[in-house]
């Protein structure tokens, strides 16, 4: 029996049918026409499943469930507020359940959702405690639990893009000061290269982008750090210092047997992964005792159809 996962996500919705190998058989995806309102995106979730079901000559009655990733959190009413989507309260779990009568619905956090691809086939597998960290726009997170995705008591846990580990020089997108996700993104990461070469540093990064600094992109940078460049070597370090803070943190907390950092910015995971074991210990309490391994996720883009999938 299949499973359809969907990971619907700001410029685009993708949806795949799932075996129960994780294996993703059949694939679709749509633009997301935010402007067009909830209900209209809806709508074209709805035909982009049944699309796809019916291209593959599949009956929805057959579908075991039907998963979705969200970049937001869902409330225990099943209201979602996504400022990307344009969405305000409104209420997600009973537009799905109106539009796939015939099927189990679920939905999640999308870190938490591929954070669950990852503890079921990828990074995180066979592993008791497991953490993900979700590095790309933003910061998500998503932590499981002997197979169990952990959100919390009124379902906004899990959100470690928001813990607080510093001052930083720019408020958070949240209106904090100092969340993990303005130091540990692909747009913190950016925009502490620009930050340097706006105040007069030479770099490669500039020459990569005709000298506008707006054009600078986290890859960039880390290509930059591969030639030794001083602007990237710095704001990659500082990069890793503060993400060996958030893993301390968690260590400290939770004692995982496995943190896994995924998104876009994994991508660079020779990088990343490069002495962070130790910076980590650092900051960890009981310095001389095994703690958690520290990887990169292994599924990238399709973890969160996958998860989606394997939502229950
Ligand atoms: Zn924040």
């Known amino acids: 029996m299949y499973s359809v996962g969907v990971d619907i996500g700001g410029t685009g919705v993708q949806a795949g049918v799932v075996n129960k190998d994780g294996k ?13 309102g909830f209900e209209r995106v809806m709508d074209d979730i709805n035909n982009l499943v049944r699309d796809l079901l019916k ?3 599949l009956e929805i009655e057959n579908i075991e469930s039907i998963g979705f990733g969200v970049p937001s959190f869902i409330n225990k009413k099943g209201l979602v507020t996504c400022v990307n989507l344009g969405w305000y309260e409104v209420d997600f779990m009973r537009a799905l359940n109106n539009r796939f009568k015939e099927s189990k619905v679920y939905a999640e956090n999308d870190a938490t959702v591929a954070a669950v691809a990852e503890a079921k086939f990828g990074s995180m597998k066979n592993k008791d405690i ?3 960290y979700t590095l790309g726009t933003g910061v998500g997170g998503g932590i499981i639990i002997n197979g169990k ?9 899990s959100e470690m893009g928001h813990t607080i580990i510093g001052e930083n020089y720019f408020n958070c997108n949240c209106g904090n000061n100092g969340c993990l996700e303005s130091f540990c993104s692909a747009t913190a990461i950016i925009k502490h290269a620009q930050k340097l070469i706006n105040e007069g540093n030479e770099s490669i990064i500039l020459d990569m982008v005709n000298g506008n600094v707006e054009q600078i992109n986290a890859k960039m940078i880390f290509d930059a750090f591969r030639k030794n460049d001083e602007v990237a070597v710095l704001t990659i370090n500082r990069f890793k210092s503060y993400l060996a803070k958030a893993m301390a943190n968690m260590i400290n ?3 995982p047997d496995v943190i896994s950092i995924g998104g ?5 995971s020779d990088i990343i992964l490069d002495g962070l074991e ?9 310095k001389k005792e095994e703690f958690a391994n520290i990887v ?3 599924l990238g883009a399709h973890a969160g159809i996958i998860g989606a999938a394997f939502l229950r």
Not at 24 to 33: A, G, M, P, V, Y
């Open 24 to 36: 993703i058989l059949f694939r679709k995806e749509c633009f997301t026409n935010v402007d067009s």
């Open 55 to 57: 291209e593959n000559n």
């Open 130 to 132: 497991a953490v993900m």
């Open 149 to 157: 995705s952990i959100t919390g008591a009124h379902g906004m846990g």
């Open 253 to 255: 907390i939770l004692d």
């Open 264 to 268: 876009g910015v994994s991508r660079a």
């Open 278 to 286: 130790d910076l980590t210990r650092d900051y960890i309490l009981y």
């Open 296 to 298: 990169c996720a292994t």
